[in-house]
């Protein structure tokens, strides 16, 4: 495997169900994002996770909780969602630049996409 | 706050024609620009990024941008487009140093006919 990769590409979840999504990044990167991108609106970022530490939460539900267990690996629970939350939820990576000159270039996943019923 | 607005949302063009899409963004301090290119079916591509130096920017398949730091501005173009072109494009931009989450405009879906 390359790149980022998301599983599952696609999730049909009634409003009382619990799933979780995952992302795995096989870049070596220190630094992982969840987006989510729904119809006619911009990709709005959701979390940022750098060192395995959250360092931005976008003022999401609380019906949507990451857990980044290490830099390569990071997942998205999911309870109790409504239909609103119906979306692509992209993935994506990148070496967080602090301490260097670098920039933050994020490569992303193919999203998981996710339909609440 | 930051944010980014791409005036055309839907372009259509002829093969061989010249694209510029616009793309402008509102934050007072340094910034990392990008445009991402979705094509049908696949995942979120870097086309080109800004970050420092020559404002004028070249990336793959024949794209570049310039930077206009006077006008706020990061407009995506190519001389001649090709029908392999078609797809969703998107600027974004991060405040720069850290692990910052970009902000996206909301797309610019692009239709190149034969």
């Known amino acids: 495997e390359t790149g980022v990769t998301q599983t599952p590409r696609h999730l049909v979840m009634g409003m009382t169900n619990k799933k979780s999504l995952k992302c795995e990044q096989h870049?070596?990167?220190?630094?992982m994002y969840w987006y989510k991108q729904s119809a006619k609106k911009p990709l709005e970022l959701m979390f940022v996770?750098?060192?395995?530490?959250?360092?931005e939460n976008n003022s999401v539900p609380s019906r949507f909780s990451p857990e980044c267990p290490n830099s390569s690996h990071l997942f998205l629970h999911l309870h109790t969602l409504q239909p609103e939350d119906s979306a692509l939820y992209l993935c994506?990576?990148?070496?967080?630049?602090?301490?260097?000159?670098?920039?933050?270039?994020?490569?992303f996943g193919p999203g998981t996409r996710l339909t609440v019923l | 706050a930051q944010s980014v607005s791409q005036h055309n949302h839907h372009v259509i063009l002829s093969e061989a024609a010249s694209l510029e899409l616009g793309c402008n963004y509102s934050?007072?301090?340094?910034?990392?620009l990008f445009w991402y290119v979705q094509y049908p079916g696949q995942h979120l591509q870097l086309l080109l990024k800004y970050f420092s130096g020559d404002p004028l920017v070249k990336g793959i398949k024949g794209f570049e941008a310039e930077f206009i730091k006077s006008k706020f501005s990061f407009n995506l173009r190519k001389p001649s487009v090709q029908w392999s072109d078609t797809a969703e494009y998107f600027c974004a931009v991060s405040s720069g140093g850290g692990a910052d989450g970009l902000t996206f405009g909301k797309g610019t879906h692009l239709i190149i006919q034969p």
């Open positions: 994506a990576s990148s070496q967080d630049p602090r301490g260097t000159s670098s920039y933050n270039e994020q490569f």
């Open positions: 996770y750098s060192l395995e530490e959250r360092v």
């Open positions: 934050y007072g301090g340094t910034v990392n």
């Open positions: 870049l070596g990167h220190n630094a």
